[in-house]
């Protein structure tokens, strides 16, 4: 559930319908923004990541637990019990720090016990993406967190966000790639085709099946998307490769 998601309500909805077992990861972007302007601090993205200096770690922390817990109430009030967790918890998420970036990191290591009893227990376990190393808490891309999550579970991974996938000419919304192999998408980001917050989307969905996802895909949020996406109809989908060749 990307951070650049404009509304949530519909999305709730559909996820709250849907039969089958789910692990959210969620981010909180533009209230992160806000929340810093308010406090008097900069925004700054490289290569579409946030940089996080030390000082702002707190409050972005502070978000996304707020954000986390607000989906988990809209999950459980529709009938889907959700709980909000942060990759701090039962350390479910072991990182890497990317020093140019202040306290942002990747993730080199997903603890899925936890998740999976939740699961069992008929809990929809809502992770915000705060991954731990040894200095402390770690600021991670939402959907680099996720692609991280589907790898170790050996699960098929959706990126919800407000655009339909990946297009060919970025301003032109009818040039949607309905499917790309990774050579592929390696080759569009060399072409720069791949602009701004797509390109960590594009880069988490590449390491999700790299990790062991047997297919992720990139599709804007709304009433059944869901579906739509595991039938192929919405959304660009990632395989290591074309459909009938071998992985």
Do not use: C
Request: hydrophobic content about 45%.
């Amino acid at each position: 559930m990307g951070g650049s998601l404009k509304g949530a309500e519909a999305l709730l909805e559909e996820l709250a319908r849907y039969p089958g077992p789910l692990v959210l990861v969620h981010g909180g972007g533009p209230r992160i923004g806000a929340f810093l302007e308010r406090l008097g601090f900069p925004t700054r993205f490289e290569g579409g990541l946030r940089v996080t200096p030390p000082e702002q770690m707190e409050a972005v922390e502070m978000v996304l637990t707020l954000v986390g817990k607000e989906l988990a109430q809209g999950l459980s009030q529709r009938g889907r019990p959700a709980l909000a967790l942060s990759g701090r918890d039962a350390l479910l998420l072991r990182g890497r720090a990317l020093p140019h970036l202040g306290r942002v990191g990747e993730v080199v290591g997903v603890e899925v016990r936890p998740l999976l009893a939740l699961l069992e227990a008929g809990y929809t376990p809502l992770l915000a993406p705060i991954a731990l190393d040894e200095a402390g808490p770690l600021n991670v891309n939402a959907d680099t967190a996720a692609g991280a999550v589907a790898g170790a579970l050996g699960w098929p991974v959706v990126f919800l966000t407000d655009v339909e996938g990946v297009y060919r000419d970025p301003k032109d919304p009818s040039s949607r790639l309905p499917h790309l192999t990774r050579a592929e998408a390696l080759a569009l980001k060399a072409e720069g085709v791949l602009q701004g917050g797509m390109i960590p989307k594009v880069e988490a969905a590449l390491k999700a099946l790299e990790a062991g996802a047997p297919w992720a895909a990139i599709a804007r949020g709304g009433p059944g998307v869901l579906s739509r996406v595991l039938g192929g109809e919405a959304g660009t989908r990632f395989t290591l490769e074309a459909p009938g060749r071998p992985a």
